[in-house]
């Protein structure tokens, strides 16, 4: 039995959504991506803000001109315009990463990630920490396991359900992420490679049931082809670069332009994928998105290059050691972005074709080596070609400006072309125009020999929104994918496909949700819908979901809540092994009440929020009666970890749901916290008065009152900030992450944000400098997840380690990092691999804070005083508890200066006495004397206990420390 979805929603009324059979909230199809032929907006350069913005406006004007309405989201007056989403979660990205400026710096880039790959692993530090049997003896009470340190793990989605089946497919069947490339082995159906955007190449031999990823030491993840040596299918060759996602035909943005130099270019493997090389490593700017091998001459590649200087057509004649293209070929054909290898003529050579850009396509009968330009094709704008499976004189095209699919014939004798319309009745899915809404984000076509009334044809294949089949390929056209109806056969954005060679029945098609298998059934008589069936769990367990943003139960490590690309909102309700899926569209920010965990928040594009109580059984709509300003594409979320656990919602300004009234409060304190977007906001465990809020725009706010009033902090780089972690037990000490590049991407503050300290590090210890978008820390431990992976830091930020593939991460953006006390993990959400959870020593004077009374003990600041003969450590502790303490004793503050050993204090135990409930007093340490010249950095360890009055308990306290010597 289907899920039975009922509900009512109109502008201003929130009603319940009461489902049967399934614990799976679904919220309405809105803002999917459809739009009539309208015309083409004006060139702009979408690797910059400004450009993109421009176009995207250009782009709605033009929409509008030609008709399409917008869609207002239920329950909110924020309006839609359906067909331009790609570029509004592009733009939003965009700005981001490249505030203050107008485009991303990838030479900052390309440095960070040599940095990384030259950096000390982080886990023999991790290592070490674990072997601390004082700290794991009380780490033992925190949850999780303490006793060792282990690799990061993969923990999905797996089975991720569909939300609802227009768009998304059939309801048993599962999603995961883009797929961009698809190839099978010469003789082996089951095994079959794909390329995925920002995931590298995965690999089955089994069909589908199982995937291993295998480019996952690739320096970055970016792809866009594979193929399999015909003649010895060991060689696999995977091409860099994200094409796809380059709408523009000028360079790369974020996606494409960090794999660029020598990151871009082809990734080759001997042995099946186990180990690899780059091959191809001198395009600027590029991406490799398609590649070919001969079958009849060993050894012959071509691979389509596109998006920058060195674009054009590639060709190998050594199996991939080397590459190389003609002077004259490179200014005949630029950005080439398909190449296509066709079947034997009467002769036995093969035709080779190659698009290029301007709505070029050329020839070559010498297998690459020389083209000719093939004339009177008509259309243009971008192009995608598909040789014939049945004839070597027969070329199909299809281009953007006028959507028309062409049939080529050529005169074997003359070499003259002849071209027919076969377009016929292409279907349009949902609406005028739209299913080309997309193009070139969505696009391809190919041909495959299929049996009809006994005969050999093409069938031509083209992949749009949907995907479409013309038996024959005569301008008959059959909608096989469905994807704009509730009978969708699989999910909507069609951006691959490939033929197995051994049999042209059997086939496999990638799309935003993944790869499904595709079966052509030869028909006697004139195919139909039934004739083709897609495999629709294939996608069950690979890892390529890209994630925006996630939030994590507090004690229960099998329960989160994610956001993802086009994937709705995957949650993990306590099966790791079966996902639902309580969402829509694009889903971005995500909550999990602490204090009551049932209660959780999720977001859809455009700034629609739903609720639910009783994780996801039932649900509803929440979203706020927007005032004037924009929600934006992304919406960011902050909880209150206290009771009863209000939600924060970012715009321009800051909005509050208050969870026991179940009203909404916006603009608190009537002040524009951003012209931009909001991004981080976080709420102080230990006072909920206490609320801090960093803007795409490089505004850093602090509120003492709950947003009644509002005091801009500075000192902070202009750069977007992306998170804000504040200490559980001190609502003044914060640490905060930021964007861009060109400075310091951790800052920390002991008194509120009244002064900041880079804790960045520096040199090729330090942290690269890389967007940065998530912080997380226990008392003694960074972490930080960055767009190149995961960064450790043991002393406080004084220098950093690289926690992602020495400890079994793929080397991928970190869109979400959170230590979870409660559960031992350390959790990640990454954009293009899915959840990883890393299990980890949490120190446990983390979780000693009581924000309700008793006294805690914390180190407010150290300052080192005194000469190099006598240095002296001047350490601040404060009672931010409520309750009294006594016997404050610091018993342990070893002393690192430059190349020194170690230093320990000479007049250890040091007791301060007592401290009253927010009382502070300094104590003064003294250390011997030190080598070292003025103005050294150093890291002092500090530990201590005191006795808590209440009940007489003792408690203890650590630290790490930077200091400075005078």
Same mark, same amino acid.
């Given at each position: ?7 009512? =929603? ?41 450009g ?17 309405k ?16 790609i570029?509004?979660e ?12 107008d ?10 990630i ?71 082995? $010469? ?16 690999k089955?031999? !089994? ?5 291993a ?18 003649n ?7 091409g #860099? ?52 091998? !001969?079958?009849?001459?060993p ?27 003609k ?8 950005n ?41 094709i ?47 009745n ?25 049996t ?5 044809q093409? @069938? ?36 691959s ?21 595709? @079966? ?12 083709w069936?897609?495999?629709?769990r ?16 507090? @004690? ?39 204090t ?15 609720r ?12 706020? /009666? ?15 970890p ?22 909404w409060?916006?603009? #608190? ?10 991004? /981080? ?34 000192? =902070? ?13 001190? $609502?003044?000490h ?7 590049t ?24 330090? #942290? ?9 820390? !226990? ?15 043991? !002393? ?13 991460? $793929? ?15 350390l ?25 309700n009374g ?18 002296? =450590? ?7 508890? @409520? ?16 190349g ?31 080598t ?22 003792i408690q203890?306290?650590s ?8």
């Amino acid at each position: 039995m289907k899920n039975q979805v009922l509900f009512t =929603l109109t502008a201003g009324s929130l009603l319940a959504i009461s489902l049967s059979l399934t614990n799976v909230f679904t919220l309405p199809v809105h803002a999917q991506k459809a739009t009539t032929k309208s015309k083409t907006p004006v060139h702009h350069d979408l690797n910059t803000v400004s450009g993109l913005s421009a176009y995207l406006k250009e782009l709605k004007l033009a929409k509008k001109a030609a008709g399409v309405k917008e869609k207002i989201l239920p329950g909110t007056n924020v309006r839609v315009l359906p067909g331009t989403g790609i570029y509004e979660e592009r733009l939003a990205r965009l700005q981001e990463r490249a505030y203050p400026s107008d485009r991303i710096n990838t030479d900052a880039i390309f440095r960070s990630i040599n940095q990384r790959e030259r950096m000390q692993p982080a886990a023999p530090a991790l290592q070490q920490r674990a072997r601390d049997r004082s700290l794991v003896t009380l780490a033992a009470t925190g949850g999780g396991n303490p006793n060792a340190v282990g690799a990061w793990e993969f923990i999905g989605p797996r089975n991720l359900t569909v939300p609802y089946t227009t768009y998304y497919g059939p309801a048993n069947s599962a999603l995961t992420g883009r797929v961009s490339g698809i190839a099978f082995h $010469p003789t082996d159906p089951k095994t079959i490679y794909i390329a995925t955007p920002i995931g590298g190449i995965h690999k089955t031999t !089994d069909g589908g049931t199982t995937w291993a990823a295998i480019g996952d030491s690739f320096p970055i993840p970016f792809t866009s082809s594979v193929a399999v040596d015909p003649n010895n299918p060991n060689i696999i060759y995977a091409g #860099l670069g994200d094409h796809d996602y380059n709408i523009d035909t000028q360079g790369w943005w974020f996606g494409g332009a960090y794999n660029a130099r020598q990151f871009g270019g082809i990734m080759r493997s001997t042995d099946g994928g186990v180990t690899w090389d780059r091959t191809m490593d001198f395009l600027q700017g590029c991406a490799v998105n398609a590649i070919v091998t !001969d079958p009849d001459t060993p050894g012959v590649v071509m691979a389509a290059v596109y998006g920058g200087t060195a674009a054009s057509i590639y060709r190998s004649t050594d199996y991939g050691a080397t590459w190389s293209v003609k002077t004259a070929t490179k200014s005949l054909i630029v950005n080439a972005e398909d190449v296509e290898i066709g079947v034997r003529d009467a002769s036995g050579r093969r035709p080779y074709y190659v698009v290029g850009a301007n709505n070029r396509i050329f020839r070559s009968a010498d297998k690459g080596i020389t083209w000719a330009q093939i004339t009177g094709i008509g259309g243009a704008g971008r192009v995608r070609i598909a040789a014939s499976a049945v004839s070597a004189n027969i070329l199909y095209m299809t281009s953007t400006s006028d959507q028309r699919v062409r049939k080529g014939v050529r005169n074997a004798t003359t070499g003259a072309w002849t071209w027919t319309d076969i377009t016929g009745n292409h279907p349009q899915n949902y609406g005028p125009g739209s299913n080309w809404s997309q193009v070139p984000y969505d696009y391809h076509m190919q041909a495959s020999a299929h049996t009809i009334n006994g005969t050999l044809q093409d @069938t031509l294949y083209l992949g749009l929104i949907t995907i479409s089949a013309s038996p024959g390929a005569n301008g008959t056209w059959i909608d096989i994918g469905r994807t704009g109806s509730a009978q969708a056969r699989t999910h909507n954005d069609s951006h691959s496909f490939a033929v197995f060679p051994g049999d042209s029945n059997i086939m496999a098609v990638g799309n935003d949700g993944g790869i499904y298998g595709l @079966t052509y059934t030869t028909s006697a008589g004139a195919p139909t819908l039934t004739s083709w069936t897609f495999a629709t769990r294939w996608n069950h367990s690979i890892g390529i979901t890209a994630f925006h943003d996630a939030d994590f139960h507090p @004690t229960n490590p099998n329960i989160m809540l994610a956001g993802t690309q086009d994937n709705a909102t995957p949650a993990a309700l306590g099966d790791l092994t079966n996902w639902k899926n309580p969402g829509a569209g694009d889903g971005f920010g995500s909550a999990i009440n602490p204090t009551n965990p049932a209660i959780q928040f999720l977001t859809v594009q455009g700034g629609t929020i739903a609720r639910t109580g009783n994780s996801w059984v039932s649900g509803a709509y929440i979203t706020p /009666a927007y005032f004037s300003e924009s929600p934006g594409f992304f919406t960011w979320l902050g909880i209150d970890p206290t009771a009863p656990g209000h939600l924060y919602l970012g715009t321009q300004f800051l909005w509050r749901y208050n969870e026991t009234t179940r009203a909404w409060q916006g603009h #608190l304190g009537n002040t524009q916290l951003s012209n931009g977007q909001i991004r /981080a906001i976080t709420v102080a465990p230990s006072n909920n008065q206490r609320l801090y809020v960093g803007t795409t725009d490089g505004k850093f706010w602090i509120s003492s009152n709950q947003g009644a009033s509002w005091t801009q902090r500075t000192g =902070l780089p202009n750069r977007a900030f992306t998170s804000i972690w504040v200490n559980p037990i001190d $609502p003044d000490h914060v640490r905060v992450a930021v964007g861009g590049t060109g400075t310091g991407h951790l800052y920390e503050s002991y008194d509120a944000g009244v002064t900041f300290v880079n804790i960045s590090g520096s040199g090729t210890t330090g #942290l690269p400098d890389v967007p940065t978008n998530a912080v997380t820390c !226990d008392a003694s431990s960074l972490w930080v997840g960055t767009d190149i992976g995961v960064f450790y830091s043991a !002393d406080s930020g004084l220098t950093w380690q690289n926690a992602t593939q020495p400890l079994g991460l $793929p080397n991928c953006e970190i869109s979400a990092l959170k230590l979870v006390p409660g559960t031992g993990y350390l959790m990640a959400a990454t954009y293009g691999r899915g959840m990883w959870r890393l299990p980890v020593v949490i120190d446990p004077n983390y979780q000693k804070g009581n924000p309700n009374g008793t006294g805690v003990i914390t180190i407010a600041s150290a300052t080192l005083g005194g000469t190099k003969a006598a240095p002296t =450590l001047s350490l601040t502790l404060r009672n931010t508890g @409520t309750g009294n303490t006594k016997n404050v004793t610091v018993t342990f503050a070893r002393l690192a200066l430059g190349g020194d050993p170690a230093m320990n204090p000479l007049n250890l135990p040091l007791n301060v006495g007592e401290l009253t409930n927010s009382a502070q007093t300094v104590a003064v340490l003294n250390y011997g004397a030190t080598t070292q010249p003025s103005g050294t950095a150093g890291l002092v360890k500090v530990q201590g206990t005191y006795v808590r009055t209440s009940d007489q308990s003792i408690q203890s306290f650590s630290g790490n420390l930077k200091v400075i010597l005078p």
